[in-house]
């Protein structure tokens, strides 16, 4: 049998008591029986005793000399000591506990009701000691970690505060703090409602553990970031009654980023929940979140380095704190991305005039190193309402509608919808579906014929990238596209493309076919990509493809962000003998300074002036404009999205140099356009 509680007893009533031994043995007591002071020594220091009863009438002198020696040896908590006694000989009791017995013992008492106080005193004397225990371990770690201790009495609502809680917070011994509100009175205004709100949701059982992240006074005038954890312990009602918790400085610790001074995203959670908290109390309370990317981020990144970054990045904090009111609050996630949360009213007024500004503060451009360095951003916002789970959710839903606003073209703005959600699921299939994509063989190219206007002959061809799934799905590229260059997957699918054109090109003149120029469209994405000329000029070497025949195809928009480091780029390739095609020119900011500027080849119009060119005379006109411009500037010019014989008419009488179009053929798989090119069409 294993003995819970080890006893020692120096009485010889008790020893001739088997009923006694009996029912103490059944209570899973050892116990050991001993005569005299010397014995009674002897035994505690060579075994562990949790109890001893001694005999009052054991003792020799009546001042309880012994009995006061063992307690000076041995603290109540180590050691209980009964003095054993009869009801007729309980006269000299009260010398006994003076002296430090912790209670008395009747022999001529029930023998059951003395044992059941004896296993009430040891399960006292064991939960004491685990307190004990506890207390120790809690403080000593918290010494170890320098962590300040408090010990939080609810019921007398006074609080009990270590050395190093003091310490930490400046604060001298002399000031002795010893309620709440010397707690509370140091908490920033700021962060004292949260702070408070945290507690009493603790107090109440509905969090089983307390943490809160605050800033408070510190005894030289200046306020410290502390974390405060802690735990309650209720009682039998369930009421709090005692709280016992840590607080460690946050100084050292990163919870604001050291460049901007914004505070990062814990902290804005915790702004975030507690806003959460007040929408699901007061109806009347409303809250919206604004998710900013920073569109042109990774053309800095990569064309100027980290140190430029830096300072982009606090300029564009500045920046956006200008567009902020009292109460508002922003915050850095980290990358390119900001948060901000502010009050505002269901229809979220404030939240647009607020992304208006931040729209208008990046207009101007920032001066990064001589250099002047534009950045447009995309916004998403998210209202916070008492339908919403967590914080977490609200955050997803305004990087949702931050997402869809980036489709849409840098510069844009979108509120969070529901439907917002389930195309949000699909985009991640997408992407999760695009990572495998190249390793299945499932991209493959098209061309589209484009046709010389003058010999009536193809002379060129646009390689257009398809997706067809293992089961058959085609997915347009207008799905997929947009989150390959979200994801940066665009520029190993780039970098495919291209190769594939090269080659299948090169495949195309070995069977005795006329040069045939292919063009390849790169992305901003890829245009960025530091190693893009050094990728190119690799390609056209690995595949053997003349550098004339390879035509790179790009949109204005690559060098409105950095035009400096666009025009280098595009020299290179100029120097390497490759064509550079203008992309959908028209469309965009068509500056003329651009034209004159960058070695442009050849101009492409876009479909939009083409659709309306028989009946629109503005059409025209703007068609017959930029053809006169596109030669005037030595560019050869391919009008797109020719469908009808009287477009065509009007093209060739305008002087347009090459056109492309269903008109003549839609995009063909290889094999498809090769039978094409061997039947040698003249259009």
Known sequence: MT???QLLIADSQL???SAFQKNIEAEGFAFHFVDGPNEVLEQLVENDVDLLILDNGSQQDTDFTFLANLRSLYTRKALAILISTSFAASKDVEGALKQ????VLFTDSDPALNVARLKALMVNKRSMDALVQQEVRFEMAANGSRDGLFDWDLARDTVYYSDNWKTMLGIGFAEDPRNKEDWFSRVHEDDLHLL????AVHMDGVTPFFECQYRILHGMGHYVWVLCRGQCQHNEDHVAVRMVGTLTDLTNRSLHDKRTGLPFRDYFMERLNQALAECQITEEKHFAILHVDIDSFKVVSEGYGYGTVDKLLVGIARRFEHCLGKGDMLAFLGGDSFVILLPDGEELKYAHQVANQIHLQLIAPFQIQEAEVFAKASIGVALVSKEARNPEELLRQAQTAMKFAREMGSGHTEVFGVGMTSKGRERMEIEAALRSALDRNEF????????HLRTNKIIGAEALIRWVREDGTTIPPAQFVPVAEETDL??????????????????????????????VNISERQFRARNLVGIVRTILEETGLAPE??????TESIFMEDTERALHILNQFRDLGIKIALDDFGTGYSSLSYLKRIPFTTLKIDKAFVDDLTTNVNDAAICSTIIDLGHKFNMEVITEGVEHEDQVKILRAFLCDEIQGYFFSKPLPAREFEELLLLKPSF
Do not use: N
């Open 444 to 451: 493959v190219l098209f061309y589209q014929p484009q046709v």
């Open 15 to 17: 020893r001739a008591d």
């Open 100 to 103: 430090g017995a912790d209670d």
């Open 549 to 554: 025949l390879l035509e790179l195809e790009i």
């Open 3 to 5: 003995h819970a509680y």
């Open 490 to 519: 665009i520029l190993t699918i780039g970098e495919w493309v291209l190769r594939t054109a090269c080659q299948q090109t090169v495949y195309w003149q070995s069977m005795g076919l006329p040069p045939l120029r292919v063009g």
């Open 196 to 199: 408070k709100a945290k507690l």
